[in-house]
T-cell receptor
Framework: GAGVSQTPSNKVTEKGKYVELRCDPI?????LYWYRQSLGQGPEFLIYFQGTGAADDSGLPNDRFFAVRPEGSVSTLKIQRTERGDSAVYLCASSLTSGSGGNEQFFGPGTRLTVL | AQSVTQLGSHVSVSEGALVLLRCNYS??????LFWYVQYPNQGLQLLLKYTTGATLVKGINGFEAEFKKSETSFHLTKPSAHMSDAAEYFC????????????FGQGTELSVKP
């Protein structure tokens, strides 16, 4: 079956611009996670959704970052007034539920964001 | 604070040699433990995980890992390296009271020499 997909695969923008990154999770997965991976580092948690609601957004670095999941499926990560330090690969993952910490998360290929 | 440490950002082995990638976690309660692999230009793929039960866990592609609570470790091993094992490997932990979010180590790049 189809895995997690993310669009675009690459995004180049200028400092100060607004960007949207999209994630399509595996059908039927209620939990959706966003991570950010900087060069040479492991992924860092940003936010996760259980259904439509953001259950934990403690990883968002500041109020320029926002994410939504209005229908409990597709999610969009939005970054306002982009800065060069936002350049990274943004990863999305989904799992059947977030009820147990032991559930496997399935990752998408990521969106590589470059802010010039 | 909860954290994951992977000793060695780069590990190089010869084809056929033992692979050992080290992972230690820091937390007051035992977590769920994961190893993910990332091939170039691909997404993260789960190799194996420990949740409960037997502390020696077998995963895909001949990899295994052993949870040692007393050492707060979850080292990844493979008896004989193959060229196709060259990739970035990430150790991660999660906890029941945190919605399953993963805390990753910084990663270890494995190179396999012919």
């Amino acid at each position: 079956g189809a895995g997690v997909s993310q669009t675009p695969s690459n995004k180049v923008t200028e400092k100060g611009k607004y960007v949207e990154l999209r994630c399509d999770p595996i059908s039927g997965h209620t939990a959706l996670y966003w991570y950010r991976q900087s060069l040479g580092q492991g992924p860092e948690f940003l936010i996760y959704f259980q259904g439509t609601g953001a259950a934990d957004d403690s990883g968002l670095p500041n109020d320029r970052f926002f994410a939504v999941r209005p229908e409990g499926s597709v999610s969009t990560l939005k970054i306002q007034r982009t800065e060069r330090g936002d350049s990274a690969v943004y990863l999305c993952a989904s799992s059947l539920t977030s009820g147990s910490g032991g559930n496997e998360q399935f990752f998408g290929p990521g969106t590589r964001l470059t802010v010039l | 604070a909860q954290s994951v440490t992977q000793l060695g950002s780069h590990v190089s082995v010869s084809e056929g040699a033992l692979v050992l990638l080290r992972c230690n976690y820091s937390s007051s309660v035992p977590p769920y433990l994961f190893w993910y692999v990332q091939y170039p230009n691909q997404g993260l793929q789960l190799l194996l995980k420990y949740t409960t039960g037997a502390t020696l866990v077998k995963g895909i592609n001949g990899f295994e890992a052993e949870f040692k609570k007393s050492e707060t470790s979850f080292h990844l091993t493979k008896p004989s390296a193959h060229m196709s094992d060259a990739a970035e490997y990430f150790c991660a932990v999660s906890y029941d009271n945190q919605g399953g979010k993963l805390i990753f180590g910084q990663g270890t790049e494995l190179s396999v020499k012919p």
